[in-house]
């Protein structure tokens, strides 16, 4: 009985070994293309580039321990809301990495500014979803209110999806269709 046994364990080995070598990814000869993930990259030249140090100061938000931290940049002009969004939505710079600052924004969530206009930036979000089962949405929404609402021109941000509002999470967990500013983040933001 114990040579049928070691039979079969030879065999169900010898099985499992065959599957798990199939379970590989195959080896190709030439290289393919593919695609990038939703929203944008940064690029060494909006992060790393010599727009650090100017005359005018520009204010983003970024993540540090799940907490948001208004990080002020010296750029060499203003920026309209869509391009300080931009500049957001590239990631903190390679000094700003280095002292631990992290963006909950690539991969959760593509924006563009719409405008604004009355002291509200309206802020289109395309690539953010139920589907998407991040737990930091609401960092990532936080650092796009805070940096937009750091500006002269805006108190308020709303959020549009297919021309709707749509519902964003504040701090506290709740979902808001109204538009939003720094006290619905206010339990993450860490003073300066």
Same mark, same amino acid.
């Given at each position: 009985? !114990?040579?049928?046994? +070691?039979?079969?364990?030879?065999? +169900? +080995?010898?099985?499992?070994? $065959?599957?798990? =070598?199939? $379970?590989?990814?195959?080896?190709?000869?030439?290289?393919? =293309?593919?695609?990038?993930?939703?929203?944008?990259?940064?690029?060494?030249? @909006?992060?790393?580039?010599?727009? @650090?140090?100017?005359?005018?100061?520009?204010? %983003? $938000?970024?993540?540090?321990?799940?907490?948001?931290?208004?990080?002020?940049?010296?750029?060499?002009?203003?920026?309209?809301?869509?391009?300080?969004?931009?500049?957001?939505?590239? #990631?903190? !710079?390679?000094?700003?990495?280095?002292?631990?600052?992290? !963006?909950?924004?690539?991969?959760?969530? /593509?924006?563009?500014?719409?405008?604004?206009?009355? #002291?509200?930036?309206?802020?289109?979000?395309? #690539? *953010?979803?139920?589907? *998407? /089962?991040?737990?930091?949405?609401? %960092?990532?929404? /936080?650092?796009?209110? $805070? *940096?937009?609402? &750091?500006?002269?021109?805006?108190?308020?941000? &709303?959020?549009?999806?297919?021309?709707?509002?749509? #519902?964003?999470?504040?701090?506290? /967990?709740?979902? !808001?269709?109204?538009?939003? *500013?720094?006290?619905?983040? &206010?339990?993450?933001?860490?003073?300066?």
């Amino acid at each position: 009985m !114990s040579r049928r046994f +070691a039979a079969r364990a030879l065999l +169900a +080995a010898l099985v499992a070994a $065959c599957t798990v =070598a199939g $379970c590989g990814v195959p080896a190709e000869d030439t290289p393919r =293309a593919v695609e990038a993930p939703p929203g944008p990259f940064p690029s060494a030249a @909006t992060v790393d580039g010599p727009a @650090t140090v100017g005359p005018v100061t520009m204010t %983003l $938000c970024f993540v540090q321990d799940d907490r948001l931290v208004p990080v002020d940049r010296r750029v060499s002009r203003s920026l309209d809301a869509e391009a300080q969004l931009r500049d957001l939505l590239a #990631g903190p !710079s390679a000094v700003e990495r280095d002292s631990g600052l992290t !963006s909950a924004l690539p991969g959760a969530i /593509g924006a563009a500014v719409v405008g604004v206009a009355d #002291g509200q930036a309206r802020v289109r979000v395309d #690539g *953010t979803g139920d589907d *998407t /089962g991040r737990s930091d949405e609401v %960092l990532a929404f /936080g650092q796009i209110v $805070c *940096t937009l609402a &750091a500006r002269d021109d805006v108190d308020a941000v &709303a959020f549009l999806r297919d021309g709707h509002p749509l #519902g964003v999470p504040r701090a506290d /967990g709740s979902l !808001s269709v109204q538009p939003l *500013t720094p006290a619905d983040y &206010a339990a993450l933001t860490v003073t300066r």
